[in-house]
């Protein structure tokens, strides 16, 4: 396959790193709306290094830089411009950008096709009219633009400032910065993240294309509401993910979400049958909630290509392990009944006084720390097990207090399933827990461990993560 | 209907409260097992007013009390006793109960008919039969036992001090202890609890029967594994079903799970669907999990039966709400299309710079206090609508802020859904925002509100809560 250039990849280039960023429609009035101000902050806040411009009729300060009354009064050549005022506004302003050289813009402002009233509809038209004329590319309208921590650009106060090689894109802002901060207490840093909103000029598929020839970008995340040209999606798909993975969660599904999607984004959602299949020929890893979305990046971080769905769950607390082994094996993984002489051995390394399970799932009482490490020997020794599912119960007994020699049981056990092992950690549900489980989950995906809120999520995701690697692996290569 | 009763029904009465309680196998060595000295623990920390008796035959002290070396040598009656002594001893110990007018004991040692050797199973028919011939009444064993924070019993240290409404019964005990964390953070507090383990003497059947006639008890939740008498659960909850509310979550259905079971509490877990038409025909309502399970009581207290399945869905963040929406309706509930003129008047309200959709959902950006007040004045004037959705989206921009006129919205909306109205919460997900969720959360159950972690469980447990509530009515009046 030839190594085609996307069509703006020149574009964007140009500004990772930007020079120059200019923000327009930063109002001083605290009554008012503040999207531009809130881009000056975050960026700020992100510490760009280069110069910013903020833009508004009314003058003044802001974060010590001055605030320039109109686009031409900005001195020196802008590589970025970020837009928040008015709908209507942004026509003659795209004229104002192709003047002073602006290649590329963000339009943050809503007011276009997403509204009942025509006149929005027709207001979008003319942008993507004005933007063809003028040669300037958009990004959005009605979006939150670009997140990219390594060339310090940020939509919000609080992003993490860590890189990392996941990219992504959002035809939502809200749900890009869901991606973002769960993202980030599962163990995702991204290279570039685009909220593109209405997408009338650049879509999802400049996206896509961009990231797939990104050198920073190992695996891409897409959360799409609607498309204008699926024909185009499809196309683009199917030359991409060859190169790289590529989890899509295609959202507004029912009667419902379709109307929300019209709403929010101008889009049509069309069938979730049609979808599915298109998406599943197309090589994509399709998942079906932001959270999921979430936890399949992060296992293509974390987890290297099951060699199998055979699993061992093991754990502590006797009901909660049952609720989760009818969740591992409703989520598609197999939990394959111990050889018997392991499970006499299990048996009696343990006492009997506290109970205890060796069948598959073993579920013990962490009450010894030898109990521990003998039941790691037993299970270390075992062939065909291709997973290990490893839960961890906060807050009951004193099963807190042995969690160190149960996380080395884990370090030990998982060295033979070498970057083939899941932690499972229900949230705390309590006060007293509930910072303390963040700190450990932390603290597990940092030794290189995916963590999950339940077994189910983790079976669910595992699941479809090993058919997806057996699929790409019988692709015919291109 | 006859009011029959319970036959355990003095044994128990005579236990709430308790004027003395036993713990026999309270070791002294840091290395063992610490079963019976958590106990002590427990009931110190729960201030049970009545007399401690820790029994080792080591000797010594505990919190000041006196250990004594046997049974015999306790000088007083004992109204109440828990044995963590291994298996075996727990024969003898019956009839030593029997000697000194014991009527009621709790043997938490596990080693009975859980393991896989066959002297666990012959121990338990052992102690089964002890049981019936000295007549002192067994719980468990393989338990955790009681909690019933009235009466100050106790089994772990740290248990909510707060008594309420909510019955339940558990066969497992790291699951009782998940109902009463989890719960105690979506607004239940219970009047008793029992974790009945292997069942051998007591069974659910008599739990269930004692909390149907319980003047304390106004719902009843129960976490069952395995039955060994199905005919007599199915008489006893076609029974109890027409004077309260029972929500039952039945696990091991998988055969992995059932696999679980026989070795978690030595019950057969049986087949799915026959427990799920069995469950249905007794007027139960069934849930699928622990999670699930405290919701549905979490309904029972702070929703009032619905009057129908026509949602509004209300919240910020457009893809997030996009999600809520295609979950609320595959969740089960309906969000039918705002009258045209109120959506006119919606749009008309908000400012378009930063979108908005109007047509249910409700997606608004709170940008500002007007804006939220006139939106509520709008909805409330709305008829057909059943119910109230409110999603909060934390950490995304000023919405944050801008929670506290959000959170008038609730109230100012709720009044004429009045206990109709849901909060959904998705989970903070940030150290930033654990605490204040958390926190937010209480302060809402507080205030009366049911709250969920996503819209998919909201709808599903109002959907199913709601189809409960018209079975029931339907009902032939007994």
């Known amino acids: 396959m030839p190594n085609s250039t996307s069509p703006f990849k020149d574009i964007l280039d140009s500004i990772f790193p930007a020079r120059s960023i200019a923000v327009v429609g930063v109002s001083n009035d605290p009554g008012k709306h503040l999207g531009g101000r809130e881009y000056v902050n975050a960026l700020v806040d992100a510490r760009f290094p280069g110069k910013l411009y903020p833009v508004n009729p009314s003058g003044g300060e802001l974060h010590g830089l001055k605030i320039y009354k109109s686009l031409q009064e900005v001195p020196d050549p802008v590589d970025f411009l970020i837009s928040a005022i008015p709908a209507k506004y942004n026509i003659p302003l795209l004229r104002d950008c192709a003047a002073k050289g602006i290649k590329i813009i963000q339009i943050y402002s809503a007011g276009f096709s997403e509204i009942a009233d025509p006149e929005g509809k027709k207001l979008e038209e003319e942008l993507a009219r004005t933007a063809r004329e003028t040669g300037v590319r958009v990004i959005g309208p009605n979006c939150m633009g670009i997140y990219a921590p390594k060339y310090n650009f940020s939509y919000r106060v609080g992003l993490p400032p860590e890189s990392g090689s996941v990219g992504f894109i959002s035809q939502s802002g809200s749900n890009s910065f869901h991606a973002i901060r769960d993202g980030n207490l599962k163990g995702l840093y991204f290279s570039k993240l685009f909220s593109y909103g209405n997408a009338t000029d650049l879509t999802e598929c400049d996206f896509l294309e961009y990231l797939a020839e990104d050198p920073e970008t190992s695996v891409i995340g897409g959360y799409v509401e609607g498309v204008r040209d699926g024909r185009r999606l499809i196309d683009t798909l199917r030359k991409i993910t060859p190169k790289k993975p590529v989890v899509i969660y295609k959202a507004g599904n029912t009667v419902g979400g379709s109307r929300a999607v019209a709403s929010h984004s101008g889009a049509l959602a069309g069938s979730e049958r049609v979808w599915e299949a298109a998406l599943r020929q197309c090589g994509v890893l399709q998942v079906f909630?932001?959270?999921?979305?979430?936890?399949?990046?992060?296992?293509?971080?974390?987890?290297?290509?099951?060699?199998?769905?055979?699993?061992?769950?093991?754990?502590?607390?006797?009901?909660?392990?049952?609720?989760?082994?009818?969740?591992?094996?409703?989520?598609?993984?197999?939990?394959?009944?111990?050889?018997?002489?392991?499970?006499?051995?299990?048996?009696?390394?343990?006492?009997?006084?506290?109970?205890?399970?060796?069948?598959?799932?073993?579920?013990?009482?962490?009450?010894?720390?030898?109990?521990?490490?003998?039941?790691?020997?037993?299970?270390?020794?075992?062939?065909?097990?291709?997973?290990?599912?490893?839960?961890?119960?906060?807050?009951?007994?004193?099963?807190?207090?042995?969690?160190?020699?149960?996380?080395?049981?884990?370090?030990?056990?998982?060295?033979?399933i070498n970057r083939r092992t899941a932690i499972i950690i229900r949230p705390a549900g309590s006060f007293r827990y509930a910072n303390f489980t963040l700190k450990l989950q932390q603290s597990l995906i940092a030794a290189g461990y995916p963590v999950f809120d339940s077994a189910r999520r983790a079976a669910t995701a595992i699941s479809r993560y090993y058919d997806f690697c057996q699929r790409v692996r019988n692709l015919p290569k291109s």
């Open 289 to 416: 909630s932001m959270e999921e979305l979430v936890e399949a990046l992060m296992l293509f971080q974390y987890m290297d290509p099951p060699t199998g769905k055979n699993a061992i769950l093991m754990g502590t607390g006797g009901g909660v392990i049952i609720q989760s082994t009818d969740e591992t094996i409703e989520g598609g993984l197999n939990l394959p009944l111990l050889p018997a002489e392991v499970r006499k051995s299990l048996e009696k390394t343990f006492t009997t006084e506290a109970g205890g399970s060796f069948r598959n799932p073993v579920d013990i009482y962490l009450g010894r720390k030898e109990i521990i490490e003998q039941t790691v020997k037993l299970l270390t020794g075992l062939e065909q097990t291709d997973l290990l599912l490893m839960q961890i119960m906060l807050g009951f007994s004193n099963q807190t207090a042995m969690l160190r020699p149960y996380l080395k049981a884990i370090r030990d056990m998982s060295k033979k």
